[in-house]
């Protein structure tokens, strides 16, 4: 039963807005106490998540796993041929867009009077033309990245670590290098988006009253469970998904997939500012999707894959609480 409950929500509602853009939120107070995220519910979809996971790279082993790599190597050959052209594409139509609403800085929530900044955002769209002018888009989005923290602070911003990825990847391809230990540009956004989702997902479980008002409005969103295990299940989901993007290549294609599908879908239910706010991802999902580089595989390595899971949860999960501790001044642990 609660396998079909978690795959269910893997297809369906892990592809919800995110909540900041649509509903009141309070960075302010105190998360859900620790005792009360980590109950049996999450202990059983943490292992759920982990069987899931091992399934994946054992799956990637067989013949199977290799006939499935040959089929998404062909169906996203367009799109790993054109990774720059669409990344470009559609980050220029998005700072287009920020700069059409005006009044926010990256995203719906960042609202600013700073009527300047628009118009810095429709330059920085102007720099992705050229593949030379990348590193100066590069900088634009640092320095729109560094605004919104002396606007909302550090703690909100560790929401969109995305973003610092994809300036990486605009000043990498703009000068046509890699960084240091082989990380490709590319590789680049993929850590950075797996971060940001992780990070998310631990968001869920400490604030899951922030979506409520959601479920009011779109009663479907819940199966029919409660809103409270619910938001347990969507968070559990992102973050089997989000640390799939730093596992092998099959898993992270198949999850990146998986993620960009429940992005667009969002899209139907929420409209406009939806779509806007989630461009840049669903592009760097599809572009993780088809990118076909390779690695050994290792069964040791996968059996260590409980072991790096538990790890980035726990390491997550201390650290949204001990920086909202540190920065925003919360006292339940």
């Given at each position: 039963?609660?396998t ?5 929500l893997a ?5 919800m807005?995110?909540v ?16 009360e995220v980590?109950c049996?519910?999450?202990?059983k ?14 799956l ?8 499935l ?7 996203t050959a367009w799109?790993r041929a054109n ?5 470009r ?6 700072f287009v867009a ?21 118009w810095f ?17 590069a ?6 990245f ?8 550090a ?14 990847y605009c ?5 046509g ?14 850590y ?13 479980w ?31 989901v992102e973050?089997?998904l989000a ?6 290549p099959l898993?992270?294609?198949?999850a990146?997939?998986l ?9 139907f ?7 806007i706010?989630?461009?840049p ?11 076909n ?37 919360s006292?339940?642990l």
């Open positions: 039963m609660m079909t409950t978690l795959l269910t297809g369906t509602n892990a592809a807005a995110h900041k853009w649509f509903c009141a939120y309070d960075l302010v107070g105190a998360p859900r106490g620790l005792d980590l049996a519910d999450f202990e979809l943490v292992g759920l998540s982990v069987l899931a996971l091992l399934v994946g790279g054992l990637e082993g067989t013949v199977l796993g290799a006939a790599i040959r089929s998404l190597d062909r169906t799109a990774t720059e052209l669409m990344f594409a559609v980050l220029g139509a998005f920020l700069w059409t609403l005006g009044g926010v800085i990256l995203t719906p929530e960042l609202k600013t009077a700073n009527t300047a900044l628009p955002q429709l330059a920085i769209a102007t720099g992705f033309l050229w593949r030379r002018t990348m590193p100066l888009t900088l634009g989005i640092v320095v729109l560094a605004t919104a923290v002396a606007e909302y602070g703690f909100h911003l560790a929401d969109y670590p995305i973003f610092l990825g994809l300036a990486g000043a990498l391809t703009g000068l290098r890699a960084l240091p230990g082989n990380v490709r540009p590319l590789d680049l956004v993929r950075t988006a797996a971060v940001t989702l992780m990070w998310a997902s631990v968001e869920k400490a604030y899951p009253q922030w979506s409520y008002p959601l479920f009011i409005e779109h009663p479907a969103m819940t199966l029919g469970f409660t809103g409270e295990f619910f938001m347990k299940a969507a968070g559990a973050f089997a640390f799939a993007l730093v596992c092998t898993v992270r294609r198949v990146a997939i993620l960009a599908a429940t992005f667009v879908t969002a899209i239910e929420f409209g406009k500012i939806d779509a706010g989630h461009a991802i669903i592009v760097a999902m599809v572009a993780i999707a088809a990118d580089a390779t690695a050994p595989y290792r069964l040791r390595s996968l059996a260590l894959t409980p072991v790096g899971f538990g790890a980035a949860l726990a390491a997550f999960i201390g650290l949204y609480y001990g920086a909202h501790a540190l920065l925003q001044g006292t339940v």
